[in-house]
């Protein structure tokens, strides 16, 4: 029968893995114990190109091929972690392994959030408690959670992990009789055995100490890309084709459910057989049993079957946005990365989300998918750009264009990454070339990253020769004013394409990169990303709400108090409505009350010089986080210096808004006359009036020009 065949697959597989499991279970532990907090990539290249390296060269049995997934899990607790809101992907299986198979309490770093959201939904059935190191009770709360056997959930956690924990981080239960205890400060607090515990922090590269990751274990959960993507397909689907979402989620609950039916009908049958005592086929309620276990075995498995085919019919129509998606994933990385220029800029998922949707939403429909996808990719880019300029020092928005011009062309493969490392990083090596600089001219270390261009850049042959026997050419080329703009000597522009053009460029005129970066950017992508938006205080307030401060990021001599009190009376919140506090000693308390009145009321409250209270901020911080349901028309905005010590968690859920001025004549010109209402241009009737607006801004900008 099916059954008959079925349970003897699992049992020819069980004698095999048996076989198999002294260099398994090797790999396995040794993941357990090391791999947590490493990226996919090296966890990688640890179990593959290192271990099981090793293990099979050593002769030791091992699966073929090894997959932790098979050791660790099974794919009903898979499937339960899916609809438990945990991405599918293979590094959050692993991170799914490593949480819940792991001997210590799992440390997350979690910039994301989705271990946050995994390990809420996971536990909530089961009474969970969550609390953060700045509560004031959360030793009270954690002793009752130790005693009741309750998961508890310490959320942004920082560097600094409060000793008093230690015990429990560690496991350092006591046992008297048959009562056991842990200490926890001074008490002594019984111990359930079904307690779990649980850290969880948005710092995206945090420095814990040797101890932290002793005590416990640290897994990081920083998305990949391949798994955002397959989030923002979800996203994407769900807004275009909200049916197929549907069938897709209500799919992985039944396969769960349908996996689920099918190991507790096994282990009934099991447990059945075991216990069954004299002849079985004497035994009518066995024989009764037997049957109704194959009847429903077979319905399930049928169902598993049809599943699966479901499941490939819906994937192959989803991955029609997969082009969409992938942008959306290869921006978001864009964005978080500029967090290592300044600590500043800081950018949760969510925020990114909002944008997402909005892109969604503002995209032009069509009939097309094609065509659709263009509009989606085409809008969700130039909205991601607006929001991150608005954020941006002036001189890091042609680094943020750059940055997103490169990542989108090497997710086409456009790029070669030895050329772009070229770029970056030049010829490093210790070593001078045995081959003599031609010409006096020629920048020493030009010469040496010519010589590595022409050995990394199949089309531009041996460049240095060129250089060598044209030597008068290649000098006057590089004594333009501007190199960038003129086709080179010797008929490379013919054979190079616009990144080469560059790197080129790079080796004779370091000090006309930065036009000539802004050329490759206007030339791949438009001029429109070498053009940072306008900001204008009307287009900030749209893009506020009640849940999200306002942070402006303020540069020397710059202060937004005066345009707000100009917004405010423009919106109906002047007066009595907008209040405003110089941050300072003594201010914390006024602070908070100022915060719940406007909260309350629908108040507009500025939060002046926040960089000089910023260990205040993490009571901002808590208090934003309790915020329920704030007045529709309550608005917070705050100021401060860049600081490498403001809250994390305030930056990423804020609207983030740099005040200085444009640079360059252009955009100051733009700035000047943005301000300027159509209505007013339309009062003065004589022909003149516009061209006497625009003379007037021109010479009143002239001066930044020279700047």
Known sequence: SSEKGRWS?????????????????????????????????????????????????????????????????????ISQWTSESLPPDELSVQNGILTTQGSRFPLCIDPQQQALNWITRREEKNNLKVCTFNDGDFLKQLELAIKYGFPFLFKDVDEYIDPVIDNVLERNIKGVGQRQFIVLGDKEVDYDPNFRLYLDTKLANPKYSPGVFGKSMVINYTVTLKGLEDQLLSVIVKFERSELEEQRENLIIETFQNKQKLKDLEDTLL???????????????????????????????????????????????????????????????????????????????????????????????????????????????????????????????LLFSFQMTIKILQARNDLKSDELDFFVKGNISLEKSPRKKPHAWMPDQGWEDLIKFGEICVEAGDVAGLVERQGD?????????????????????????????????????????YNGVTNYVTGKMGEKYVTPPVVTFEAIFE???????????????????????????????????LKFLAMGQGQEKAALQLLDTAITRGQWL????????????????????????????????????????FPVGILQRSFK???????????????TYVKIPSAALQECTHEAYPELMFVLGFFSNGPYALI
């Open 473 to 513: 050419q290649w000098k006057k080329w590089s004594e333009y004013d501007d190199p960038e703009t003129k086709p080179s000597p010797g008929g490379l522009d013919d054979k190079l394409n616009d990144f080469q053009k560059l790197c080129m460029l790079k080796c004779f005129r370091v000090d006309r990169i």
């Open 271 to 397: 447990r059945e057989l075991a216990n069954s005592t004299g002849n079985m086929l004497d035994n009518t309620e066995l024989i009764s049993t037997l049957e109704d276990t194959k009847t429903k075995a077979a319905e399930v498995t049928e169902k598993l079957k049809l599943s699966v085919k479901t499941g490939v019919d819906i994937e192959r129509a989803r991955d029609g946005y997969r082009k969409a998606a992938n942008r959306g994933a290869v921006l978001f990385f864009v964005l978080s990365d500029m967090s290592v220029i300044n600590p500043m800029y800081q950018y949760s998922l969510m925020a990114f989300l909002e944008v997402f949707n909005l892109s969604l939403k503002r995209s032009l429909p069509d009939s097309l998918l094609n065509k659709r996808l263009k509009n989606i990719i085409e809008t969700l880019t130039q909205n991601i750009y607006t929001y991150a300029c608005t954020g941006l020092f002036e001189i890091h928005k």
């Open 606 to 645: 500025m939060l002046q010089n926040c960089h000089l209270l910023v260990n205040w901020l993490v009571d901002l911080e808590k208090a934003l986080e309790k915020i329920q349901k704030p007045h529709p028309e309550f608005r917070l905005w705050l100021t401060t210096e860049p600081t490498p010590r």
């Open 9 to 77: 697959e699992d049992l020819e597989g069980l004698v095999k893995r048996r076989t198999c499991l002294l260099g398994d279970c090797m790999v396995g532990s040794a993941f357990l114990c090391y791999a947590g907090a490493f990226s996919f990539e090296f966890r990688e290249e640890l179990v593959k190109e290192v271990w099981e390296m090793d293990l099979r060269d050593r002769s030791i049995p091992m699966s073929e091929p090894f997959r932790l997934e098979n050791l660790l899990t099974n794919d009903v607790e």
């Open 657 to 671: 808004v740099v005040t200085e001025p444009p640079n360059g004549l252009k955009l100051n010109l733009r700035q």
């Open 543 to 577: 893009q506020s709400s009640p849940i999200s401060p306002v942070v402006f990021i303020l540069s020397p001599g710059s202060d937004p108090a005066s345009d707000l009190m100009k917004l405010a009376d423009r919106t109906g919140f002047g007066g009595n409505r």
